[in-house]
């Protein structure tokens, strides 16, 4: 990132002794995760390449401050996941034909257990399109990227109640969905 590490200050608060982490160190601290949590959501190396660039140049252009108390790897996750979201959205409404590309199973045993999970994964990715935004974040944040309820609710400054019925009816809303894509699929 250059020779130079780029602080992102926080003005000083009375008692506050806490470090601020430079942006290098935030980088290169956490960008293996972020590039991970955006290749889980939009399953192609260069789409997460593409969100982790823009994660990490947002929080440099917005001089997100990010304490060593605060939570860094949640808020990057979460930045992630929700950049994925958006980029496949941009995508499906501009190149439809990409996100329903054909996967034709082979007929060998390993090929086709491959074949069918990896159109089982792009099928999840259509039905998480589909979903409000919150219900998709939540989702990704807790089956993607194995965060617990509470963890997500710390994040999103809700309640771990609120998250588990959230979590509930956004499964049962993908079961629909994916019940609808498997039907056309036959």
Do not use: W
Request: glycine share 4%.
């Amino acid at each position: 990132m250059g020779d130079h590490a780029i602080t992102l200050l926080k003005e000083p608060q009375s008692g506050a002794d806490r470090m601020t982490p430079t942006f290098d160190e935030l980088f290169s601290e956490h960008h293996k995760k972020v590039l991970l949590a955006a290749y889980r959501v939009t399953g192609n190396l260069q789409d997460a390449e593409d969100v982790l660039q823009s994660v990490f140049l947002r929080l440099l252009k917005r001089r997100k401050y990010l304490n060593s108390g605060d939570n860094p790897a949640g808020y990057l996750s979460k930045a992630a996941i929700n950049a994925s979201i958006d980029l496949l959205r941009s995508k499906r409404h501009t190149q439809t034909d990409t996100l329903n590309e054909e996967i034709h199973p082979s007929s060998l045993g390993a090929a086709d257990s491959e074949a069918r999970q990896a159109e089982q994964r792009q099928h999840l990715r259509e039905a998480l399109l589909t979903l409000e935004q919150h219900a998709a974040e939540v989702f990704a944040l807790r089956f993607f990227e194995d965060f617990s309820n509470v963890e997500i609710a710390m994040l999103l400054d809700t309640s771990p109640n609120s998250i588990a019925v959230t979590l509930h009816r956004t499964r049962t809303r993908l079961q629909e969905i994916l019940g609808e894509l498997e039907g056309e699929n036959r």
